[in-house]
């Protein structure tokens, strides 16, 4: 029993850890180029992608690209939601995955309008709408390809 709680102790230990971690990082990163206005990375970044676009690698990109848009999304959600209701009869798990995904769509829209940040003069393949930060592609990737991460551990 002690040895089950002292493993339970250090792998909260290191989530801790690496949370405050990334807590942090995205602290100074919000602070540096949203507060100070610095797009120095931005622009590297920038320059750096420019030099690798072509015609192969916008579609490989667009492809990753469309597994993070609602359009892929929200069906993957509806789906996983009915394999818990009917087949697994898991219906603890019907309920988590709607409540993460709708909290995030909630944690997307509140970050947009708390941080206010305008996409990109020069988009590197076509001009997209709205806010850059967060990414919404980005923030529900994480969510539902985390979710099943989680799911299947």
């Not at 087949?87 to 829209?109: E, N, Q, R, T």
């Amino acid at each position: 029993m002690w040895a089950g709680i002292a493993l339970l102790s250090a792998e909260m230990l290191v989530i801790l850890v690496l949370f405050l971690i990334a807590l942090l990082s995205l602290a100074y990163l919000i602070r540096k180029v949203i507060v100070l206005q610095n797009t120095g990375f931005d622009d590297h970044v920038f320059s750096f992608l420019k030099k690798h676009i072509s015609e192969e690698n916008n579609e490989i990109m667009l492809f990753f690209t469309f597994l993070g848009t609602h359009t892929f999304l929200i069906p993957a959600n509806l789906l996983l939601i009915a394999y818990f209701l009917f087949i697994k009869k898991h219906k603890w798990y019907s309920i988590k995955i709607p409540a993460i995904a709708l909290s995030s769509l909630g944690l997307m829209f509140g970050l947009k309008h708390l941080f206010n940040r305008h996409r990109p003069d020069v988009p590197l393949i076509f001009k997209a709408e709205g806010l850059s930060f967060p990414s919404g592609h980005a923030l529900f990737s994480i969510t539902f390809y985390g979710l099943l991460i989680y799911i299947i551990y």
